[in-house]
């Protein structure tokens, strides 16, 4: 038994290998086109609308990071209402939550 757990000592702890490491290489999920990484699904797919053109703009050719942005940027910088917006940044593909009820 005393041996047993002599062998243990060379074991890692658990907790020492689950670090939060974004930019040495610790990302996993790559984007494809710039290789950019990132911590979580959600991020990369946001990304990805961008190369998408999906969060330019339309209208002054400003690129922004996330859909939701260049929404805000429509309303704040061009004035639009939220219907122009609406037919201007598509809404596709948005997968609603159920539980979501505001
Ligand atoms: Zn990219
Ligand atoms: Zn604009």
């Known amino acids: 038994m005393a041996s047993q757990l002599r ?3 060379l074991l890692l702890s658990p907790h020492l290998l689950s670090r939060n490491v974004v930019d040495s290489g610790g990302a996993v ?3 494809p086109i710039c290789c950019r990484g990132y911590s979580n699904a959600r991020s990369l797919e946001y990304h990805k609308k961008m ?3 999906l969060t330019t703009c339309a209208l002054c050719g400003k690129v922004t990071s996330k859909v939701e942005h260049l929404r805000r940027h429509l309303e704040h910088v061009h004035k639009l209402t939220q219907q122009d917006i609406r ?3 598509p ?3 948005k ?3 159920p ?3 505001v």
Do not use: E, F, Q, W
């Open 99 to 101: 539980a979501r009820l």
């Open 87 to 89: 037919s201007i940044v």
């Open 29 to 31: 999920h790559r984007c």
């Open 95 to 97: 997968a609603r939550p």
């Open 7 to 9: 062998n243990g000592m």
């Open 91 to 93: 809404t596709r593909n």
């Open 51 to 53: 190369h998408a053109g």
